[in-house]
Structure formats: structure tokens, C-alpha cells
């Protein structure tokens, strides 16, 4: 069985370190009679200073992962509606729509690149179609993909064409 190399491991036996390993691995206790057995173990092997410290750590490590999910949600929300702000603009021509919307990704994907990533994939997962299409470049003609059909909108152009096949595009979408 392959043991993970804690620091506070450093300078036990082998045995003593099975020892910890089964306490932890236990199936049958609940996680805060595990915690505290681990405690007691520390405290008897003497290293209970470094085991609290190396808890922290943990803890600490686990408060700065939430504080990060939750300023992206906050985030998340504030960019997906200024996203939502430029698609619903009923003032702009559907290029004005494509270049803002390339703006939109390029400056936000240079900001905060995870934030990019994590917008686009909610977008995916919510099977919200990106229309007008999401493109790398503004001024290229952009293909929105709407679940089997394919829209095709041509940059100057009012006019649309929808099929249930794939049509080919020479544009890069997002």
C-alpha cells in the first residue's frame, strides 16, 4: 500500500506511520471520530505540533479554494450578464453584435482567462446558443450551431440561412 508522505511523518517508523494510515482509512467511523483518533495518534507519537499545523493547513487551503469558487461565481454572474447585455442589444446590426461579443472574449480571456473558460462552459452546459455566433475575430462570418440545426449569418448581411445539416464556414467560432 503506497502511503502518502505528510510532513508530519518525518522521522517516524514505518509502523508508527501504519498506524496512522489505518485510523485514517477506517470505513466504519465517522469522519470527526477519525479526526480525533488521528489527534490522540499525534499526540502520542509526540508530533501532535506539527500534525495541528499540517490540519491548518488544510483548512486554510480548503477556506482560500472556496474563496476563490465563490468570487468567480460572483464574477460569473456580473460578466455572463454583460455577455447577455450585448447579445439582447436590439440597437445593433448582428455584425455590431459579433465584433462587441469577439471584444467581449478577448479582453475578458486576457483578464482573467478562467473566468473566460468557465463562463463558456456554463454557456455549453446550458445549451444557451451563442447568437450571434461568439468569434476569435471580428469581421469574420460567424456560424451559430442551435442544437441539429446550423444558422448561418453572414457579417452586412440581413439575411439568414438555417438547414439541418452542417453548413461549411470558413469562420472560427468559440
Not at 80 to 98: Q, S
Not at 99 to 108: E, P, Q
Amino acid at each position: 500500500m503506497r502511503v502518502p508522505d505528510l510532513p508530519f511523518f518525518k522521522g517516524l517508523s514505518d509502523k508508527d506511520v501504519q498506524e496512522f494510515v489505518s485510523i485514517a482509512k477506517n470505513t466504519t467511523l465517522p469522519k470527526n471520530e477519525i479526526e480525533a483518533k488521528e489527534a490522540d495518534w499525534a499526540t502520542e507519537k509526540k508530533i501532535r505540533e506539527q500534525y495541528d499545523e499540517f490540519v491548518q493547513n488544510v483548512t486554510d487551503t480548503k477556506s482560500e479554494v472556496h474563496r476563490i469558487r465563490t468570487d468567480l461565481v460572483n464574477q460569473l454572474n456580473s460578466k455572463m450578464d454583460e455577455l447577455e447585455g450585448i447579445e439582447d442589444d436590439k440597437t445593433l446590426t448582428l455584425p455590431e453584435v459579433a465584433n462587441k461579443t469577439a471584444a467581449f472574449w478577448a479582453t475578458l480571456k486576457t483578464e482573467d482567462d478562467r473566468l473566460a473558460r468557465a463562463i463558456f462552459m456554463v454557456r455549453n452546459l446550458t445549451g444557451i446558443a451563442l447568437f450571434p455566433a461568439v468569434t476569435q475575430k471580428p469581421n469574420v462570418t460567424p456560424m451559430i450551431a442551435a442544437g441539429p440545426v446550423t444558422i448561418t449569418m453572414k457579417a452586412g448581411s440581413a439575411a439568414a440561412s438555417a438547414s439541418s445539416t452542417p453548413q461549411q464556414n470558413n469562420s472560427t467560432s468559440v
